[in-house]
RNA sequence: GGGCGGUUAGCUCAGUUGGUCAGAGCGCCUCGCUUACACCGAGGAUGUCGGAGGUUCGAGUCCUCCACCGCCCACCA
């Protein structure tokens, strides 16, 4: 260690203070690379890839992100820690939608408008706007100690992207799994782009439904018969002016006899014929629908199946349009009003009532969604879906936690052909060029194709559609195109598919099944073995976080405060896969004090490096002969851990992982090994040898601690690790140290420990509870059964000062215990194995008073859980059907309790 | 209309395959400035594990139904 880390640990700790420098020793030695100049790996071993979502360029820092950057680079420093070339590649998501929607935000405020500035102009800007931003994300994930392997940093618009993007859409249109077509999208009005069925919010609202007559034709004359009408109940009457029909269920009775003969829509003056349809309810409304194929889902299929003509009646900005009435140029709303006072007027509108409905609103903006005819590429899902399934199906993916699969399956079932294209400017171009007669040639050239392939008209003559493409078309393909797809490089050979791929649940069908889909079509396997799927952050109250709710917290803020390590703790810590969780400031301060309280240990065991060990001493594995009962607990119980770790993080489990080292360090390692081994190592009694291995068997145990928990806590971690006794083999840096092997356990040892703690904690309680002096040293009479004294003695000195008792004599009967003089008026301890009783001074009259209460106390629950095991075990069916192991534990607990209530009756004098 | 999740100490949450599982943190109460740590130490109190049935020798843990809360999916004008 050196003099400078040294005088560091002198300090008391300041969270955070050090893990800038932390993360430039780990970037200077370059670890992070899986073939990095620093790395560990061992190629012989299964490369080991994280998919990290990438987020949005113009995007900062929040707490969703920090926690998927937590259990993210908790994964990749675990299996870098095993050894395995283990890959977390960063990257950066262009977020089209999003980013326009940021940056026409910053253009208003300007006076400016995608419209003032045109496609190049615009574009710029936003190349400006990105450049500037994309630091921000990068830089707050190092703060949060995120080891990725930032050489390989990839874009979604970067240029190996834009090809794996052109390339891709070319197989797919080539396989016939991408088409253009003219069908019903969702258009933003707001964005003035289509927008994928995920991106429309069903939201529900209070609207009105209207009933309008409409008239009928008279068959022989053709002119409407101002008599006869048919009534349908629409929450649209806008809309009135694209219908093509009036639709009636085919066996309702009451319109049996209209089917068939004409309407005239009004305004339009449009004669369309009454339709029999099943999809019509006859219970609702008038049970006559007006059919508007071009502006509703429903509609738009009734109106396929019927033939029905579809016009539309709407522009890009949901004007009215095209109609020929006096509507046109009015909006949506402003229509639907003046045409309900025509309607009125005309005697026509028939009646109205307030109505629950749902309706879509962009994701985006808010605006309502309006469906419309519009020519676009789409992805025809199906086949995808169906590869998809069969992966999941098969296992060959794993989605957790389980109970997504099912939703998964639901989902992918039921998908409907993704409509990829969007009327926007930040993004990828769609590679599709049209010539004049209207033929699409597909190309993965960026110049685009030489000559039309079906008409064979020169490029000059073709144009390239404006359009781009959904940004999830790019995400889709981000485990394989950051590898160089379609080249078949070596990082595509190594890393693909991936290991696991984290993200939230919220972007399951936007992302995850995109990647599903496309990895297995276009790859040629799946993207990832395992879909980990984490749980949201809320706030306090259990809302979602969100910036226009103004309750989200800045995780920065948190790292300055408490540091990154505390808040990746606490992003973890009592957590479950795909659970939300509430999050609060009193988390980090918690996991903070567990930094400190690590820091503090390290400090002591530095500190008490006895003087026959040379500062800089090299690790040595203290030597077993040597080693003391507390000391092989220490290491029985690190042993234990390691196992414990192991297990649960091969479970995914990382909220028992940090779970199972709070509890290891803090109340096990800290609580009793260092308590006892201060004692041990001041013990003049013991060689200088012994008092040698006490403390090497302390670092050896906390080397273990530092190393299990560096993939929660790195940047402390790294820090402490820093300052111990090394071995030759051990490599400079913690990050790329190795993962501890399972040792072996002591149970002797465990059992003397855990046996020796149980008797001075009961002896700490009974003397709280008699209230006698709490820093008194007094008298301790013990009796421990045989096999537990040898430890005793070991201990001896330890547990004196531990239960603060002096002196300690030990009896090496019970009777001989129960016959001391003074018996009588001292507190009763018993403790499993070992029996006490503490003499009081001066000053504690009212002890045994209260000592007794303590002890009609214990008894009383020892009596009822006696009772209650001796029931378990008169029942015959118990002894009968339960497994032996069972009824035998059930036997020795009963044991158990009647010795303890035998001894509580005797100390009572019963 | 389907589907999923939650309902465990005052608060926030753990409880992997049913058998010392009734837990943790925070908060609260009583002590203690003992030479790693007051971002600490010692001790303590608090729950019929949402309700009702059922399966089982045995159920927060499995099944059924119900009640709230939340989420996802869904073309009723």
């Not at 999208?185 to 439904?209: A, F, H, K, Q, Y």
């Not at 040898?790 to 201990?795: K, V």
């Not at 378990?872 to 002894?879: G, Y």
Request: proline share 6%.
């Amino acid at each position: 260690m050196t003099t400078q880390q040294t005088e560091e640990l002198a300090k008391a700790y300041v969270p955070g203070e050090f893990e800038h420098a932390i993360y430039e020793r780990w970037l200077a030695a370059d670890v992070f690379a899986p073939d990095g100049a620093g790395s560990a790996a061992d190629w012989a071993l299964p490369p080991f890839v994280i998919i990290q979502p990438p987020p949005n360029v113009t995007g900062s820092l929040h707490l969703g992100h920090a926690q998927r950057t937590t259990v993210e680079d908790l994964m990749i420093r675990h299996a870098r820690m095993l050894g395995r070339p283990a890959l977390y590649l960063p990257g950066l998501d262009h977020a089209s939608i999003a980013a326009q929607f940021v940056l026409d935000g910053i253009l208003a405020r300007e006076g400016e408008s995608r419209a003032t500035l045109g496609r190049e102009r615009y574009l710029e800007r936003m190349r400006a706007f990105v450049a500037e931003t994309r630091e921000v994300i990068l830089t707050q994930q190092r703060r949060v100690g995120g080891s990725c392997d930032w050489g390989r940093l990839r874009f979604t618009m970067d240029e190996v992207s834009a090809r794996a993007v052109r390339e891709s859409f070319l197989r797919l249109y080539r396989k016939g799994l991408a088409y253009r077509a003219e069908a019903l999208i969702n258009w933003c009005p707001g964005c003035r782009t289509s927008v994928s069925d995920l991106e429309v919010i069903p939201t529900p609202e209070t609207g009105t439904i209207w009933r309008v007559r409409y008239h009928l034709l008279d068959p022989s004359t053709g002119a409407p018969d101002p008599a006869a009408t048919i009534t349908v109940a629409t929450t649209r009457p806008e809309t009135i002016l694209g219908d093509t029909a009036v639709a009636v269920h085919p066996d309702d009775d009451r319109y049996a006899s209209l089917v068939g003969r004409r309407v005239r829509i009004p305004f339009v003056d449009r004669d369309v014929p009454v339709i029999a349809d099943p999809v019509v309810d006859p219970a609702f409304g008038t049970g006559a629908v007006k059919i508007t194929p071009a502006h509703d889902h429903d509609d738009n299929d009734t109106g396929r199946r019927h033939g029905l003509a579809m016009p539309t009646i709407l522009d890009d900005a949901a004007r009215v349009a095209n109609t020929g009435t006096a509507y046109d140029g009015l909006d949506r709303y402003e229509a639907r009003t003046a045409i309900l006072a025509d309607l009125a007027a005309r005697g026509d509108l028939a009646g109205e009532q307030p109505h629950e409905m749902v309706i879509g609103r962009c994701q985006r903006s808010d605006d309502v969604v309006e469906p419309r005819l519009k020519t676009q590429w789409f992805v025809r899902t199906a086949p995808l879906a169906e590869a998809a399934l069969e992966a999941t199906r098969s296992g060959r993916t794993t989605i957790l936690p389980e109970r997504f699969e099912k939703v998964w399956e639901h989902w992918m079932t039921n998908i409907r052909d993704w409509n990829v294209s969007r009327q926007l400017w930040w993004g990828h171009r769609i590679p599709a060029w049209y010539c004049p007669d209207g033929h699409a040639t597909v190309s993965a050239e960026p110049a685009g194709p030489p000559a039309c392939e079906t008409c064979g008209r020169p490029s000059a003559d073709l144009e390239q559609d404006p359009d781009i493409f959904d940004t999830w078309f790019s995400s889709g393909l981000w485990p394989f195109s950051t590898l160089g797809w379609p080249d078949r490089t070596d990082d595509l050979r190594r890393f693909y598919p991936g290991s696991v791929m984290e993200t939230g649940y919220d972007i399951v069908f936007f992302w995850v099944a995109r990647m599903m889909m496309l990895g297995i079509e276009l790859a040629g396997d799946i993207p990832f073995h395992t879909v980990y799927l984490s749980g949201l952050i809320r706030d306090p109250y259990g809302k979602k976080m969100s910036k226009t709710r103004g309750n989200t917290v800045d995780p920065l803020g948190m790292i300055d405060g408490m540091g990154a390590d505390a808040l990746r703790f606490a992003l973890v810590h009592g957590t479950t896969p795909g659970n939300d969780q509430r999050f609060g400031g009193a988390k980090v301060e918690n996991a903070r004090n567990f930094a400190n309280k690590l820091w503090n240990a390290t400090r002591f065991v530095l500190g008490a490096r006895p003087p026959t060990i040379a500062g800089d001493a090299v690790r040595e594995t203290p030597d077993a002969a040597l080693l003391g009962p507390a000391d092989r607990w220490v290491l029985s119980r690190a042993a234990g851990t390691v196992a414990a770790v192991d297990r649960a993080l091969a479970d995914y489990a990382f909220g028992e992982v940090s779970r199972l080292l709070y509890e290891a360090i803090w109340n096990e390692y800290c609580d009793w090994g260092l308590e006892l081994a201060k004692v041990r190592l001041a013990d003049e009694r013991r060689s200088a040898a012994e008092r040698e291995a006490t403390w090497w068997a302390l670092v050896e145990a906390l080397d273990t601690y530092l190393r299990l928990l560096h993939p929660l806590m790195p940047f402390l971690t790294e820090q402490l690790w820093g300052v111990l006794p090394h071995r030759a083999t051990d490599p400079a840096l913690l990050v790329v140290a190795r993962w501890p092997g399972v040792g072996e356990r002591d149970e002797t040892a465990e059992a003397e420990v855990g046996a020796l703690v149980e008797l001075v904690r009961a002896v700490r309680n009974a003397r709280a509870d008699a209230t006698a002096e709490p820093r008194a040293w007094l008298p301790l009479d013990v009796y421990v059964e045989p096999e537990l004294g040898d430890a005793l003695e070991a201990l001896r000195p330890a547990i004196e000062r531990l239960a603060r008792a002096r002196p300690l004599r030990r009896h090496v009967t019970r009777e001989a215990l129960h016959g001391i003089a003074g018996a009588a008026g001292g507190l009763s301890v018993i403790a499993g194995a070992a029996e006490a009783i503490v003499g009081l001074g001066a000053g504690d009259e009212g002890a045994p008073a209260a000592d007794r209460a303590r002890l009609e106390k214990e008894l009383a629950e020892a009596e009822r859980l006696l009772e209650a095991a001796r029931a378990r075990l008169a029942n015959e069916a118990f002894a009968a059907k339960a497994p032996p192991a069972v009824v035998e534990g059930a036997r020795a607990r009963e044991a158990e309790l009647a010795d303890q209530v035998d001894r509580l009756r005797a100390r009572l004098g019963r």
